[in-house]
T-cell receptor, first 114, second 117 residues
């Protein structure tokens, strides 16, 4: 399978705990994006990387959120001191710099904060 | 103002018929890209079709076509010969600016399509 992969697929945690998600992009893609999707809504942008550089962060990305892409390959998204409002689907996408810059999405990580 | 508007929360279509899902967008950029994604109940976002703002021809990909009306700022998705497997949520999205500079996608609220046997 050469698509975008995400791990874990589901995460249940208690309020106040830290969680970390991983995304492995399509191998030749140098751009990587994180989005959050709540029930009944379209995805909302969180942050993106070009290679290892984090180029933009949304206002949705509070201080409790941090993302890394240390070697320009996989990326991690960490949420510290989780809150119930963090419950959502976290989607990762990757793209190749070409004429369309089409973003291909992974299966997502569904986070439930109890 | 909403950048992407999808006015149909839900749509029904009979199997084998064609269906049009509406999408209007708002941008002041001259360069932008428009995308449609399908999201089945499993949750994965599946890319369907892309239209660039400078493309003069409407994009087509198999049973999917994009009816691009630039002056009206609309980018409707047409699915021909609907199949039961087409039942899913469909999202219209826009990337503003040139593709050379990485940009995030802005999504609409989606249209839930149900194909009836």
């Amino acid at each position: 399978d050469t698509g975008v992969s995400q791990d874990p697929r589901h995460k249940i945690t208690k309020r106040g705990q830290n969680v970390t998600f991983r995304c492995d992009p399509i191998s030749e893609h140098n751009r990587l994006y994180w989005y959050r999707q709540t029930l009944g809504q379209g995805p909302e942008f969180l942050t993106y990387f070009q290679n290892e550089a984090q180029l933009e962060k949304s206002r949705l990305l509070s201080d409790r959120f941090s993302a890394e892409r240390p070697k320009g390959s996989f990326s991690t998204l960490e949420i510290q001191r989780t809150e119930q409002g963090d419950s959502a689907m976290y989607l990762c996408a990757s793209s190749l710099r070409d004429f369309s810059d089409t973003q291909y999405f992974g299966p997502g990580t569904r986070l439930t904060v109890l | 103002a909403q950048k992407i508007t999808q006015t149909q929360p839900g749509m029904f279509v009979q199997e084998k018929e064609a269906v049009t899902l509406d999408c209007t967008y708002d941008t002041s950029d001259q360069s932008y890209g428009l995308f449609w994604y399908k999201q089945p109940s499993s949750g994965e976002m599946i890319f369907l079709i892309y239209q660039g703002s400078y493309d003069e021809q409407n994009a087509t990909e198999g049973r999917y076509s994009l009816n691009f009306q630039k002056a009206r700022k609309s980018a409707n998705l047409v699915i021909s010969a609907s199949q039961l497997g087409d039942s899913a949520m469909y999202f219209c999205a826009m990337r503003e600016g040139l593709s050379g500079s990485a940009r995030q996608l802005t999504f609409g609220s989606g249209t839930q399509l149900t194909v009836l046997p």
